[in-house]
């Protein structure tokens, strides 16, 4: 792996492995972690021996059939009229994460999830199952989809206090929360595109988990909006507010952070050409491949430099030991770690990055890998990494401590913790012991 | 009995063990056992648990039957053991291995399990010479391990078999054979049934025992009776110590928590009916001074009333429970919970404008209370929801209806009010509160409005309930359905006497409860396979597993009560059609 080279053309040109610059099982776990959840054995081989582009294009098109697929993982949320209680939503979308065939797509609902912050607290579970099934529809489509949709979401209006709209009483809040948190960001707008923006929302009710569009309170005059002037409603705000490039800034920024590292603020020269390239046709999937394929992401600055979520840490356990879990616990105990689905702390998301980490966290993230591969208790013995190194041929000793080390990261343990995994992958409990070593190793808390 | 060793799981010892079990040798009984009889004065006092049958062939029957065998999953290895087993026998013993069974167990089977996995079996039947023939076997299959692996010695007069290098060891005496895997327990015997030993270490000169053995019922096909540390592991009575610092389940168990235990007392009967259709188990040993709940202990020749009976019942609870009593004790049955209590009398306070609970709300109704559950039958005009859950109802009886009526409607339709008001912040459609008549009584009930809902066979959850209150005369019926207030009130005509003894009743019908198993299948599957990370086809077995059990069970009636200074758990199973079809 080599360092970044610096220049933004070199930087986003697609990997080519050869040479010095070889496509290793490291590479390949990497690019699984960012793009998904991590990788199971034997997806983890497979990406291997396909090689980086066939791997990223695996990923931004599954061959699996997802509507098969969908449709058992949607029969876990409810009916189609009756939705389960929240924590079991909860579980109900770990369960998709952990046996998704189409992880990107999962991943880029958890970040839509967090760039809106819907939380579900104080709305209905059938609001809340809506929005994040609007959000994995339009997920890697074109972001200005997603946001015509979002504005017209229930759940997105009453997280941002738009429930009601009067066109006598503009709803300010809302408009400066469609501006500033879902769109163009702090900095980019106006007093009076707030003003305008409210206006272009009136006659918009939530009622009942329904939009209601009130025609005698649709403000139908003039408005200008991010300096465009005309009769716009919230549909001409999104696609006014996604036409922009102080959008695509933003969007193409929050996806280097998702994406390729969260330490420090990339140059605006560096992400000029991926900037120009969304701004021109809102390709979130697009976007997508350029930066998961590029020399960058493939390069040392990139590696191992974002913190893992809870819900990464704990999905991506769970693949690798190709194994469900009491999702509805599991659940529990993510959100433990600070990470409650469907209820983000705020409309800004989670903070993310070093965020996540402190003593007191670390401890509990320890305590959680113990729990969750444990022989007994509440997962039930689910993930087993003497069965899994057995099934692969490598039962115990040496052999298994490297499956394992291979397995989870990626063989990135020093000398001296390898010589220690090795003596302890004796037996079942040792194995337990081995996995639980690793799991709770700073090398498997980065993604 | 105090030997630390687990019995030997070789095929040979198997059949061993398999053939002991059922091996008789003629003789004279220095402790004579009529036959038939619990050869109780016989077992070591250690015993923690024993099973008698006096007419193994009802078990037999009940265990041989298809619709049993076909549901117990069987491997492969102790398929094929079995099968080994079954040949060797055949050709030993010149009839069907089923056969062979019905006879060698002719006269009476005992199975007693002690501390450290010590177990002795005892064995009786009447015909001699097949008796023999079977023992031949039984010791020429001791020496399929070698010639030296059957050793023979005395005790007293007896002469005791040494198998398996030590593994089994058996004695012929008198009608019986009695075999064990420890040689100082099988010792032991012997020395209780000659005399050499005091019978006060046997289980006939343990009182407790006695009690237990008396709670069988006469003519059972067989008994399973379970000592004080076997029913101390039982897992409901490990809940029952952790939930008994709950209100409401002190309540439905009618204990004082705060009363000692003595569990060392405590004795299981677990008999089966002589024609197999029937499980029973009877818990009992427990003295009620200290320990019974006053709010709970019937006056002398009251109890509970017999649980009412509506259509599609899944089940009933019958209690007799004194909940003016029950409240005024709360500072003494929950000493640490005081401010909960006080909050939720402060909040009742709300619900009967500022009542008091314990004097003018609880006083006001009667001991016998009755719960019911059951299957809902759905108005085609409203729809059917996705999930569908049964009906429940409580029946009270009360003191003045004519002054308390009044106060339980305003306080029911302040409740009412109280949900819709939670729903609507909610955003959620709410109740409709109306009037209905059925019955020369008209009630009060409220109900969600199906207008405008786009698929009427997957509704809401929310249209499983339609609450009900009704004031019929001296009853008062809290539903979930009017359907089910409806089939109460019918079933309130019929005056009912109380059973004296009982203070509580449950009855559950296996094919109602079945049947909303079935309904809810994918729902539970779902559930299971979210809740325990299963997969379908895991979740899917489990169910079936399920499925069975409660297609196995027709009616499950639970009794508790006291009977002669006794307080007494009494468990009916009634096996459902699907075996006696078979038969």
């Given at each position: 792996m080599t360092a970044f080279p610096g220049d933004p053309v070199t930087a986003w040109a697609p990997y080519r492995p050869g040479g010095n610059r070889p496509w290793t099982l490291k590479l390949a776990g990497h690019l699984l972690r960012r793009a998904g959840f991590g990788g199971s054995w034997g997806e983890l081989q497979q990406a291997l021996a396909d090689g980086p582009a066939r791997t990223l294009e695996r990923l931004l098109r599954p061959q699996a059939d997802l509507a098969a697929f969908n449709r058992e993982a949607d029969g876990f949320e409810g009916d189609g009229q009756n939705f389960q209680a929240l924590e079991e939503l909860r579980g109900s979308w770990l369960r998709r994460m952990i046996a998704t065939p189409d992880p990107l797509r999962e991943k880029m609902t958890l970040f839509w999830h967090g760039w809106f912050g819907v939380s579900a607290g104080r709305q209905t579970p059938a609001l809340a199952v809506t929005h994040v099934r609007m959000l994995r529809a339009h997920a890697l489509g074109r972001f200005d989809d997603l946001l015509s949709a979002a504005v017209r979401d229930p759940a997105v209006i009453l997280a941002a206090g738009g429930k009601d709209n009067y066109k006598a009483r503009p709803n300010l809040p809302l408009a400066q929360q469609m501006l500033a948190g879902y769109t163009v960001g702090e900095g980019q707008f106006t007093e009076r595109d707030v003003q305008e923006t409210a206006r272009a929302f009136a006659g918009l009710f939530v009622r009942g988990d329904q939009l209601r569009e009130t025609p005698h309170e649709r403000d139908e005059g003039a408005k200008t909006i991010l300096g465009q002037a005309g009769c716009w409603t919230e549909r001409d705000f999104a696609?006014?507010?996604?036409?922009?490039?102080?959008?695509?800034r933003r969007v193409v920024a929050e996806l280097y952070r998702w994406w390729i590292g969260e330490e420090g603020e990339p140059s605006a020269e560096l992400l000029a050409p991926?900037?120009?390239?969304?701004?021109?046709?809102?390709?979130?999937?697009?976007?997508?491949?350029?930066?998961l394929g590029s020399n960058l992401f493939f390069s040392e600055a990139a590696f191992r430099c974002r913190v893992k979520s809870p819900v990464e840490l704990a999905a991506g356990l769970c693949r690798a030991f190709e194994s469900q879990v009491p999702a509805v616990r599991l659940g529990r105990d993510v959100a433990d770690l600070g990470q409650e689905l469907y209820n983000p702390p705020t409309v800004a998301g989670w903070a993310g990055g070093r965020a996540w980490i402190n003593p007191a966290s670390?401890?509990?993230?320890?305590?959680?890998?113990?729990?969750?591969?444990?022989?007994?208790?509440?997962?039930?013995?689910?993930?087993?990494?003497?069965?899994?190194?057995?099934?692969y041929g490598r039962p115990e000793g040496t052999a298994a401590a490297d499956f394992l080390s291979e397995l989870l990261v990626q063989g990135e343990v020093s000398p001296g913790m390898r010589s220690l995994l090795s003596a302890a992958a004796v037996g079942e409990a040792g194995l337990r012991r081995v996995a639980t070593l690793i799991a709770a190793s700073p090398e498997y808390q980065l993604a | 009995m105090i030997v630390n060793r687990a019995l030997p799981l070789s095929a040979a010892a198997c059949l061993v063990a398999w053939l002991g079990a059922w091996t008789v040798v003629l003789g004279e009984l220095a402790t004579p056992v009529p036959p038939g009889e619990l050869p109780d004065a016989w077992l070591p006092s250690e015993a923690v648990a024993v099973l008698h049958s006096s007419k193994p062939g009802t078990v037999?029957?009940?265990?041989?039957?298809?619709?049993?065998?076909?549901?117990?999953?069987?491997?492969?290895?102790?398929?094929?053991?079995?099968?080994?087993?079954?040949?060797?026998?055949e050709s030993q013993l010149g009839c069907d291995w089923k056969t062979a069974l019905r006879r060698l167990t002719r006269r009476g089977f005992t199975f007693a399990a002690g501390p450290g996995g010590a177990t002795v079996m005892i064995a009786q039947a009447d015909d001699a010479a097949f008796l023999v023939k079977v023992n031949d076997a039984f010791v020429q299959a001791g020496r399929w391990g070698g010639p030296s692996n059957v050793s023979q010695t005395a005790h007293g007069e007896t002469a005791c078999w040494t198998i398996d290098g030590g593994k089994e060891y058996h004695a012929l005496a008198g009608d019986a054979l009695i075999l064990s895997n420890r040689l100082e327990v099988l010792h032991h015997v012997l020395d209780l049934r000659s005399g050499a030993a005091s019978p006060s270490e046997s289980l006939a000169g343990l009182p407790d025992f006695q009690t237990a053995k008396k709670a069988a019922r006469a003519g059972a096909g067989a008994v399973l009776f379970a000592g004080p540390?076997?029913?101390?592991?039982?897992?409901?009575?490990?809940?029952?110590?952790?939930?008994?610092?709950?209100?409401?389940?002190?309540?439905?168990?009618?204990?004082?928590?705060?009363?000692?235990?003595?569990?060392?007392?405590?004795?299981?009967?677990?008999?089966?009916?002589?024609?197999?259709?029937?499980?029973?188990?009877?818990?009992?040993?427990?003295?009620?001074?200290g320990r019974a709940a006053a709010f709970a202990a019937p006056q002398a020749g009251d109890g509970v009333l017999p649980n009412l009976s509506v259509p599609r019942q899944i089940a009933g609870l019958s209690l007799w429970r004194d909940l003016h009593g029950f409240y005024a004790a709360k500072d003494a049955l929950f000493p640490e919970r005081t401010s909960a209590l006080i909050l939720f009398e402060n909040l009742m306070g709300i619900y009967f404008s500022g009542r008091d609970l314990t004097e003018d709300v609880l006083g006001a109704l009667d001991p016998h209370v009755r719960l019911v559950v059951a299957e809902q039958a759905y108005d085609p005009a409203i729809g059917t929801p996705a999930l569908k859950l049964p009906g429940f109802a409580a029946v009270f009886r009360m003191r003045e209806p004519e002054k308390f009526g009044p106060v339980i409607e305003e306080a029911w339709q302040k409740a009412i009010g109280l949900v819709n008001i939670t729903r609507g912040q909610k955003a959620q459609p709410g109740l409709v509160i109306d009037k209905r008549d059925y019955g020369g009584v008209r009630y009060s009930f409220a109900s969600f409005s199906a207008a405008g809902e786009p698929d009427k066979t997957k509704l809401d959850s929310r249209f499983n309930f339609q609450p009900a209150l009704v004031r019929d005369g001296e009853f008062l019926i809290i539903g979930s359905t009017t359907q089910l207030a409806d089939d109460l009130i019918d079933a309130l005509r019929n005056p009912l006497k109380?059973?004296?003894?009982?203070?509580?009743?449950?009855?559950?019908?296996?094919?109602?409860?079945?049947?909303?198993?079935a309904e809810n299948r994918e729902s539970i599957i779902k559930g299971n396979m979210l809740k325990k990370g299963q997969e379908r086809a895991a979740a899917e077995k489990d169910l079936g597993q399920l499925m069975t059990v409660v297609k196995l069970l027709e009616q499950a009636t639970l009794r508790t009560g006291e009977a002669a200074?006794?307080?007494?758990?009494?468990?009916?199973?009634?096996?459902?059609?699907?075996?006696?079809?078979?038969?």
């Open positions: 696609r006014i507010a996604a036409g922009g490039p102080a959008l695509a991926l900037v120009r390239s969304f701004a021109a046709d809102r390709d979130i999937g697009k976007l997508a491949g350029i930066m670390l401890a509990r993230r320890a305590r959680f890998a113990e729990l969750v591969l444990a022989g007994a208790g509440p997962y039930e013995n689910r993930l087993a990494p003497a069965s899994l190194a057995k099934k | 037999l029957d009940l265990l041989l039957d298809p619709a049993v065998t076909s549901q117990v999953p069987v491997g492969k290895a102790p398929a094929a053991v079995m099968t080994g087993v079954a040949r060797y026998l540390e076997l029913v101390k592991a039982l897992p409901i009575s490990k809940r029952k110590t952790q939930a008994e610092q709950q209100p409401l389940v002190v309540l439905l168990l009618g204990r004082n928590p705060q009363a000692s235990q003595n569990p060392e007392q405590e004795w299981l009967a677990l008999d089966l009916d002589a024609d197999g259709r029937a499980l029973s188990a009877r818990v009992t040993g427990e003295k009620l001074a109380p059973v004296a003894g009982s203070n509580a009743v449950i009855e559950v019908d296996g094919a109602r409860l079945a049947t909303i198993v200074s006794q307080r007494f758990v009494d468990l009916r199973l009634e096996l459902g059609p699907m075996l006696r079809g078979n038969r």
